[in-house]
Nanobody, 120 residues
Framework: QVQLAESGGGSVQAGGSLRLSCAAS????????VAWHRQAPGKQRELVAIITSDGDINYADPVKGRFTISRDNAMNTGYLQMNSLKPEDTGVYYC??????????????WGQGTQVTVSS
């Protein structure tokens, strides 16, 4: 079984920065993609950024130029560097990964979420 452990959330003032981490553990053969989603109070969960094992990256329009997604394939860890944070970035941030296990099964795994609060 594969698990994701997130860390790095917290409270900052507008204009500040945070770095989220997402560590995968378990019977992992490879991690084709890692994504970050967020859910603001009263809103639907939305995709923030995604990175593939080939290094292809996509960002949601609201975070382009401010957020940077990256990954360490050797450590099975993904990151989201968030700069110039705005109050509208407030929400619970979830890491999600497509994982191929050592048994060669595919699992879509979600982390437990980490709270990000940006005050004005």
């Amino acid at each position: 079984q594969v698990q994701l452990a997130e860390s790095g959330g917290g409270s900052v003032q507008a204009g500040g920065s945070l770095r989220l981490s997402c560590a995968a553990s378990g019977s992992i053969f490879s991690v084709p993609s890692v994504a970050w989603h967020r859910q603001a109070p009263g809103k639907q969960r939305e995709l923030v950024a995604i990175i593939t094992s080939d290094g292809d990256i996509n960002y949601a329009d609201p975070v382009k130029g401010r957020f940077t997604i990256s990954r360490d394939n050797a450590m099975n860890t993904g990151y989201l560097q968030m700069n110039s944070l705005k109050p509208e970035d407030t929400g619970v941030y979830y890491c999600a990964a497509m994982v191929i296990t050592v048994q060669r099964t595919v699992e879509n795994v979600w982390g437990q979420g980490t709270q990000v609060t940006v005050s004005s």
